[in-house]
Structures are given as C-alpha cells and as structure tokens.
C-alpha cells in the first residue's frame, strides 16, 4: 500500500482534495464503461466480465500499487493474447492463467525485477505494440462489417485470408452504424469536449440503432443476453494439475506483458504529474489485482496508459479516484445494466478502431524506420513480423535478445586498445622525470572489459611478448571486468611467463582492483607488478 500511504504522508487525502479525484474517478469510471465491455468481448470473454475486471482489479491496484494515479482494468494489449489463451482453453482456462500471472508478478515483485523490466528498449515496444494494434484492427472486421462466424483459424495470415473471402457477405447497415460511430468517436471531442468521445459513440450508435430498429445488427442482448443487474460473485475456479501445468506458459505470457505494461502506464503518469512511482510495489499491486479479478468472474487486468492520463488531465492526485473510478463501475452495473443489452457491437468494434490507431504509434514507429541506426531498425521489423505472424513472447524475448546482442557488440566496438608510440612513452617518462626499463610496451585500455571484448585484448597483444620484455597494460579507463576479462588476464600472464614477459597492471580502479585481487590475479603478479602510475616502474 505504498502509494496509498505516501498520499496520506502528503496530505493529499485530506478533504480539500476530495473534489479533484472525485470528479476524475467518475469521469475515469465512464471512459472505462465502454472500454472493458469491447476489451472483454475482443478477449473471447463476457461483456459484464470486463466490466467486473475494471471494478475489482482498479480498486486493488489502486491500494496496493506503486503508483498513486495508476488505472488499472482490461486493456487493448492483452486482446491478442487473451483471445487465443480464451480459443484454447475456454474463460476457465483465461482465468486459472490469470490467478498463476497474479503470483508470478508478485515474485517478480519481490525480487524486485521492476527496475530491469523498464529498461525493455523501444524498438521492441513500440516493434510489439505496433503489432497487437494491426491484430487487434484485423480482429474487429467481423463485428464492424457484420460478417458472418469465421471458421477456426490458428494463424494471422489465415485469419486475414478467411476475412478477405467474407467481405463480400458484408451486412451494410452494421457496417453504415459501425461508420456512423467511427465518425462521431473521430469528431465529438470537438464539440462536447468534456465528455469521452467513447461514452457519446457508444450511446449514439446504441441511439440510433433503437430509432431505425434496424434488422440483423447483432448488439449485446442478441450475442450475449445482456448484462447480468448483481454484484460479482466469489467463485474459485476447478482446475487440476495438468491443467495448471499446461497454462504455466500462458501464464507467463500475460505476467510479463502484464509488468510491462502497467510499468509503462507507470512512467508515463511519472512525466505527467511528476511523481515517482515504486516498480517492485506496482508489480506486487498488479499481482494481487489479478488473483483477486478471476475470483470475482474477471480476467487479466493490467496499468491502463490512456485511462491513466485520462485520470491525471482530471485533476486527481491520489489512489482516491482509482477508487471512485471502480466505485462508478459497480453502481452503472447496479443500476443501468439491462440498458447494456441495446449496444450494438459494431460499435464496440469502431471504439476498438480508435484504440488500435492509438495503440500503434504509427509516428513513432515511422520515425525510428527511417532515421535510426540499421540494427535498430531490423529489431523493430523482427519484433513487429513476429508479434504479427508469430507469438508475442517469442517476440518479445527474440526482441530483448537481439537488442541485448546489439548493445553487446556496440559496447565491445566502443573498448579501445592502443598502443602508445615509444616517443610517447619516452617524452612521459622523461616529463616526470623516471626511467622505463628497456624494450617496454605500453598499451592503454578504455572501456568495459566484459566477454566481448575479451578477445580483442587476446588478438591485440597475440605477438607482443615476442619483442617485449616488459607489457605494460594501463587499466584507469577501464571502469569494470566481468570472469571472461579476468581470464583473459590470466591467460595473457601465463603467455607472458612463457615468454620470460614481464606483466604489469597499472592504474586500476578500486572496482577493478579489488576483483583482480579476489581472483588472485594480482597475488600472483607481485606487489612490484601492480601499479598506480608508471613513474612506480623499475
């Protein structure tokens, strides 16, 4: 509860802040209403099982979180996976895999792997991000141009080819309602600036299609028989071991985009409101928010980035309008739910449109394809192709590991081994006034001395030791040495006592040293082999 308690240490529960976080709640509360019925209907779940995600998941996030103006619920970045985990293994399936993500972040928590999670590099967020939000266009042509059930397809380009052979069954007053809404969700904001453009779409389109009675276009009532008008039922889910080991990889799926992407939502309330969030809390927040969301009928929830600046460009201050965000929720289910049934999913469809456009960051990823490095550009490609026609965790990890790849080899380029000319090495020593022993070589190290570049230094000084009777390797620039370095000393000293060579370390780091000296390296040198600067060379 550490965002809950700062508030209170910062005195923004008090009353003269009610009002702001009230008000933001609500209107938080009323953006969520149609966001969590079409994320839930996208994710192969029940309308009233999104809206049962936001309540119960916002409110526990908001009191156990590391972010005080955190929105939690069912976002657009888990349709893709929670769709197929749904198609596989049934709601009951989502849901035991939510309860094992639930535990899996609170580790992740504990451990304190918060810090390592956001430094995931952009190309791999945004290559990702960009992917879920074409999926997730692709996936609302069926509600949005009314076409008849989809066979099974397993694939993207499947699905997509089945699409393409089912346009021509379009069912024109579904696809001239989903329009309709598309147009008022695209122009609203300019004229009711202070109500979400969502709520106006959704009641428009659910307006008109009560109007003109229009035939054949399928809404909540026909598709799911309305939304049921009672609090969310406690139900521990039936489950057996083979089950759960079976859904340890989805599991883990919805984890790790789960912390992904409540610590983006995280940062992102950070540089707009000038907080500073708590990682390792926020994960163990969003833990216990989805074990408790799918014992209350909900599914995975995780840190909502657009509900979240929402709740901050409304003036909230504290985890009080998470609260008031999931206490509207519960009275609209209370008291408006038979209304529910009159929304036509065409337009849930146009809503989720919006959102995938949003979601893709098409100028971002325009940006970095045309004026980033080469290399980044490929695992922004990789990531995006993979995220699209693959699986989101291989492209994630495969993502992660090419970035890791390139950062290592970028690292390795920037460690520099230069032999100094013996006039410099003349003119130094004659400027302090010492003398070098005769046949000297002096090599200067800078940068990380870790595994990839551990060869460098091994190609670099191959021959030395042929005309050498004392190296020399000056080390002030190094600011550390993983195990491969050290061995790669160890190795250049055995070289060099084959050689009659004489070794000398000169100018470490106190890091660098006390590693060395650990390692024993140094101890077998000789204290009169381990140096601070040259002038202690005889």
Known sequence: MIAILEAKRAGLLTREHWVANIVSGVIVGVVALPLAMAFAIASGAKPEQGLYTAIIAGALTSLFGGSRLQIAGPTGAFIVILS???????????????????????GMGLARMGGVIRYIPDPVIIGFTSGIAVIIFVGQWKDFLGLPVQPGAEHFHQKLWHLLQSIPQTHVPTLLLAAFTLIV???????????????????AATLLHAALGLDGVATIGSAFGGIPQQLPQFAWPETSLSEVLHLIGPAFTIALLGAIESLL????????????????????GQGIANI???????????????????????????????????????????????????????????????????????????????????????????????????????AVNIGVLLAALLFMKRMSDAVVLTQQTDEQVQQHAAHHGYTLPTQTVVFDMEGPFFFAAAERLETTLEHVHAHARVLVLRLEHVPFVDATG?????????TCNKHDTRLVLCGMRANVRYKLQRAGLLGQ???ANVIDDLTQLT
């Open 185 to 203: 969700l695209l122009y609203s904001p300019r004229v009711l600036k202070r109500i979400p453009a969502p709520l106006v779409a959704m009641l």
């Open 84 to 106: 197929g985990i749904t198609a596989q293994y049934g709601i009951s399936g989502l849901q035991i895999a939510t309860l094992m993500a639930g535990f899996m972040l609170i």
């Open 486 to 494: 050290m061995q790669a000393l160890w190795d250049l000293r055995d």
């Open 265 to 284: 939502s995280a940062v992102v309330a950070d540089g707009m409101a000038g907080t500073r969030h708590n990682s390792n809390q926020e994960l163990v």
């Open 292 to 394: 408790f969301s799918p014992l209350f009928g909900g599914f995975a929830s995780t840190g909502a980035i657009a509900r979240t600046a929402t709740n901050i460009r409304n003036g909230a201050t504290s985890p009080l309008s998470g609260l008031v965000h999931a206490l509207t929720l519960l009275l609209i289910v209370l008291i408006l739910a038979p209304l529910a049934a009159h929304i036509p999913l065409c337009a849930l469809s146009a809503i989720l449109f919006v959102v995938a456009w949003n979601m893709s960051e098409i100028g971002r990823f325009r940006h970095m394809l045309t004026t980033a490095p080469r290399a980044d550009v490929a695992v922004l490609l990789i990531t995006f192709l993979l995220t699209v026609f693959g699986d989101l965790v291989i």
């Open 525 to 527: 040198l000789g204290a």
